[in-house]
């Protein structure tokens, strides 16, 4: 037992317990996150007696006497200091760290009234930010203190909220202030709590489930196993293999397959009751890597498959062999990229009840709740249910598929009761699918000025236990593998296999990320074949608009690699002259689904009795801004102002179904179909006013109509519309790390630009993990052994300068002419860093993470 | 400020110089040559530095015979406060508060920072988070946050 302070408040906790625990469970005070547990990530940072501490260490009985501070008892000035500070500075994206690093700051100046830049990086070093970078919150810092000097909070810089203008995303003062709600932050009246007992083997046959004993604990609710599945077992957004059980008789694929749900009244009971669930299993030897699974007499992954190819991809247009035949100039090389865990700071989590209508009610954390709901109803068997999006704490890709959500509304489907289903640190970097790693093999010809000639390619990846995503991964690594380049010979096959390692999917870049590392490595090699520069080897192949991609697309008149080229050579040539080492890269990166599926964006406007236009659209905010661009979006296509829109989140009984937060597809295609609803809103109100036009629902919607891989057209519309980046990174010769990075962006119209810099700068960042440290080792029992604070992630004092130029070239003509920028923000780093070290060291790198550099980890 | 660095005398002073061979001796070298009066013997008969006066200089690391005071990042306040190299048992004999190389900080250690070698708990700095979890879950209270919020500051 101890008596201590919270916000000012003495508390006398009986029960011994983390501070985390009590603060969130016994207080509900919800802005202190709980990120991991283990005391790596820093979102549950709170100050004790002044000093930012994570809530997950200490436990209460070792606090008596002592002051936690949480950001719900800041001072009413602090809390506007910060809300301004954080959404002037664009410092907000998915939120979840942002409490921590409000507390960080608070403690910095609390103690340094002029803090350096240095202080700053120092001060939140040890907390981590998936999404931005860190750049924008240092930017944030350095407001604050300037402003906390002056006791005055000024208006924002920008008011106006039409597209063009930064204003401060409409989600800042939730997340800053730790009110808004991640599914976690939900305690609901009699909920219980749910967890999946998962395979102890990657690879074997369950003989029999034992969970008698698991049952007769007091406090356990249920005990579900794949017998009391009312629906489908098999789940899946394409293709249904994901089990969301493992039956008696049937073979696990990974350490992460579920065998046994369990259900209690507390946490406690709930990990107790998981240790008496006795699973008797077959051991089978498993598949470890694409070369094990691709051996003729290789074990196979799924009883149900042939083999263990879980996709195959072949594309081809002109004569790639013969054009690099005839090339005066060929390199050929092989190239390799890591595992990639997404680290969101948000573990997966849902809770589900049965709500007033007699639906089974999920609150999600997802990139779909349309998705969602598909998946949970085909579990069920059933159409009652409905799902809601809550504030999602960063996806990446990550929270596409099922992890916890049909869990949760299955429980609550058999035994009546709300439940909290939420994943363990260890648990989500072992379940959600990660980033592929490839296998590649490469061949470019070029002629005597570096023109491109042919390029010729095949690959593989390891897709681990189902599927996810890895077809459309693969194929997408395979039509980008060409670069943004203007050529017309290309052949590339790929082949993603099944293992019995975790499952592998969608992440930010989706396959291009791998193969842009090979061609633009080839290209930067090939400059120094031809005698020109990475940068003159780039403008001159540099696809152009009316001209013809590799893919046969002809590409429309927003298409700006070119204008990106010509925005950056200034630096490219100062940094070349001061003698740096400096390496260059381009990509491009769809926007939309393409390749001929149907890709709709839905959205009503619907105004409401507070005579204000609500705005549904069936697409998640995963932290990237959505609902920041939608209300711009209506704001510069109605006569309407900031105040008269409501922006809502995503649910799937009145928002309509407008597609996955996937393919950077959000801002153009759900901004179209908005766009498309603004113009009818805009025709009803030259005749009514917002008041009489209560209860009226205007709809937009807009299909992104595409051809499909290989369609028999001569030129066929792969994408609607690429984004286009050039990237550069200079080096500091004597210390060999990043001095600076800058990346320069078209986006055809950048809806809010100082949101477009956070993306990309906290897109550098990540690739930067990518490309120099990040790793995400599995052992010999096919089991991923690191925790989320060894990954190699980026901390704020170690970023260089990064310099996010966002390039406006107008053409497109939907969606305002706005390109989605998530994805590509990432792509074009690795290979540019890459050329940066051959720069330095003359070493040519084929592998990811690079080796020999400053920033390789000792302890691998 | 927060990126200097400071000396930290490694030793809890549970000793009582006499059965531990690796603790400090109160010897006072390192008081002697400190160009900023930031060292001075506490109560246990112990060096301590006060890194409010600290330059970082490294003088009386260098001067200390018993080689247990190094330089730490200030931005770093969790430390390991013992050099004592011996196996568990006589680690454990030799003082109170001795790291015994259990290898508790080493398990619950998020960044894989805490690593015993020599029977001895190190915090590689670079990696480390400053989370204290391994302070906090030291059976011999070894391991210290010097600003004395997860573990006392005596």
């Known amino acids: 037992m101890a008596t201590f302070y919270v916000n000012g408040n003495p508390v006398t906790v009986q029960k011994n317990q983390t501070l985390l625990r009590f603060l969130r469970d016994e207080l509900h005070l919800t802005s202190v996150k709980d990120g991991c547990s283990e005391g790596a990530c820093g979102a549950c940072t709170v100050l004790i007696d002044g000093e930012p501490c994570r809530a997950c260490v200490p436990r209460t009985d070792n606090l008596e006497g002592r002051h936690v501070l949480t950001v719900e008892g800041l001072s009413d000035f602090e809390k506007q200091l910060y809300t301004y500070a954080y959404g002037e500075a664009g410092a907000v994206q998915c939120g979840f760290c942002i409490p921590g690093m409000v507390l960080c700051t608070k403690a910095l100046l609390d103690k340094v009234a002029d803090p350096t830049e240095e202080q700053i990086r120092y001060a939140i070093r040890n907390n981590y930010c998936r999404c931005t970078g860190y750049v924008k919150i240092i930017r944030a810092i350095e407001l604050a203190a300037k402003l906390k000097k002056t006791g005055v909070i000024p208006a924002p810089s920008e008011t106006s909220w039409k597209l063009g203008s930064s204003v401060h995303r409409l989600d800042v003062e939730e997340k800053v202030l730790g009110y808004g709600k991640y599914p976690d932050d939900w305690y609901l009246p009699n909920m219980t709590y749910g967890s999946a007992v998962r395979s102890q083997y990657p690879r074997a046959r369950v003989l029999d489930i034992d969970a008698e004993k698991a049952r007769a604990l007091p406090g356990v609710v249920a005990v579900i196993t794949a017998k009391d599945i009312p629906g489908e077992n098999k789940v899946g957004h394409i293709k249904h293999d994901q089990y969301s059980l493992i039956p008696i008789g049937g073979l696990t694929h990974w350490l992460g397959d579920p065998i046994a749900l369990v259900v209690a009244e507390d946490q406690e009971t709930l990990e ?589 | 400020m927060m990126e200097k660095r400071f000396a930290l005398v490694a030793c809890n002073g549970g000793c009582r110089n006499e059965s531990c061979a690796y603790g400090c001796l109160g010897c006072g070298v390192c008081v002697s040559v400190c160009p900023a009066e930031a060292i001075a013997l506490n109560e246990s008969g112990v060096a301590e530095v006060d890194e409010t006066r600290c330059l970082g200089c490294g003088a009386c690391a260098d001067a200390c015979p018993q080689e247990i005071i190094r330089l730490h990042e200030g931005a770093n306040p969790i430390v390991v406060m013992c050099s004592n190299r011996d196996p568990g048992k006589a680690a454990r004999a030799a003082c109170e508060v001795s790291c015994i190389g259990c290898g508790i900080c080493e398990k619950v250690c998020p960044s894989g920072a805490a690593k015993v070698t020599d029977n001895l708990s190190a915090i590689d700095e670079e990696l480390c988070l400053s989370c204290g979890m391994c302070a906090v879950k030291c059976p011999r209270y070894a391991i210290r946050d010097l600003r004395g919020v997860l573990t006392s500051r005596s």
């Open chain 1, 272 to 860: 107790k009751a998981k240790k008496l669930v006795k699973v008797a299993y077959e051991p089978l030897p498993p598949v470890h890597g694409p070369e094990e699974a691709k051996a003729p007499d290789a074990p196979k992954v799924f009883d149900e498959e042939e083999n263990n190819v879980q996709a195959y991809k072949h594309v081809s247009r002109g004569d790639a062999a013969g054009a690099i035949a005839r090339s005066k100039y060929v390199i050929e090389k092989h190239f390799e990229t890591p595992w990639t865990e997404h680290a969101f700071l948000e573990p997966e989590c849902a809770v589900a009840y049965w709500d007033e209508d007699g639906y089974v009610r999920v609150l999600s954390t997802d990139q779909s709740s349309h998705t969602t709901l598909h998946e949970c109803k085909l579990l069920l068997g059933s159409e009652k249910v409905r799902v809601q999006n809550q504030l999602v704490g960063g996806g990446f890709g990550g929270k596409e598929d099922m992890s916890v959500q049909h869990h949760a509304a299955l429980i609550t489907y058999l035994t009546g009761r709300a439940v909290k289903v939420k994943l363990s640190r260890a648990e989500s970097l072992l379940v959600h699918p990660k980033r592929h790693p490839f296998w590649m093999d490469f061949a470019i010809g070029c002629d005597e000025n570096g023109i491109i000639q042919g390029v010729k390619a095949s690959v593989y990846s390891d897709t681990g236990a189902f599927a996810s995503l890895g077809g459309p991964v693969l194929e997408r690594a395979c039509t980008h593998a060409s670069g943004p380049y203007n050529y017309q010979n290309f052949e590339i096959e790929g082949t993603a296999y099944y293992t019995n390692n975790p499952p592998a999917g969608a992440f930010r870049g989706f396959g291009v990320t791998q193969t842009c590392f090979a061609i633009e490595s080839l290209l930067n090699e090939m400059a120094e074949k031809v005698g020109i520069s990475p940068w003159e080897i780039r403008y001159r192949n540099a696809i152009r608009p009316g001209q013809e991609l590799p893919n046969g697309q002809i590409v429309g008149a927003e298409t700006g690699l070119a204008e990106t080229l010509e925005v950056i050579k200034p630096y490219y040539d100062d940094a070349v002259a001061a003698g740096k080492p400096v390496g260059l890269a381009s990509a491009m990166k769809n926007s939309g689904v393409g390749v001929g599926l149907p890709d709709w964006g839905r959205c009503k406007l619907i105004v409401e009795e507070d005579e204000k236009v609500h705005i549904y659209a069936g697409a998640s905010c995963i932290g990237q801004g959505l609902g920041t661009v939608l209300v711009q979006m209506v704001v510069t296509n109605t006569p309407l102002g900031r105040d008269d829109v409501v922006y809502e989140r995503s649910n799937t009984w009145i928002a309509p179904d407008s597609g996955d937060s996937s393919g950077s597809r959000q801002t153009l295609v759900t901004g179209e179909a908005c766009r498309r609803a603004c113009e009818k809103l805009t025709e009803a109100l030259k005749e009514h006013s917002l008041k009489e036009l209560n209860g009226e629902v205007f709809y937009g919607e807009y299909l992104a109509k595409t051809d499909k891989l290989g369609a028999d057209v001569p030129h066929p519309v792969s994408h609607v519309a690429y984004g286009y980046a050039t990237q550069m990174c200079i080096l500091d010769k004597k210390t060999g790390r990043i001095e600076s990075m800058v990346a320069v962006h078209d986006v055809g119209k950048a809806v809010n630009p100082r949101s477009c810099e956070g993306q990309i700068e906290g897109g550098v960042v990540m690739s930067m993990g990518y490309a120099l440290r990040e790793q995400y080792p599995i052992d010999e029992n096919c089991k991923p052994i690191d925790k989320f604070g060894r990954l190699g992630l980026f901390r704020a004092h170690e970023i260089p300068e990064i310099q996010a130029i966002v390039v406006d070239k107008p053409g497109l003509d939907v969606a305002c002419g706005a390109i989605g920028i998530g994805e590509i923000t990432s792509i074009p780093t690795a290979p540019a860093i890459a050329e940066a070290y051959y720069q330095l060291d003359g070493k040519r790198r084929t592998r990811l993470p690079l080796e020999d550099t400053p920033y390789e980890r000792r302890d691998r």
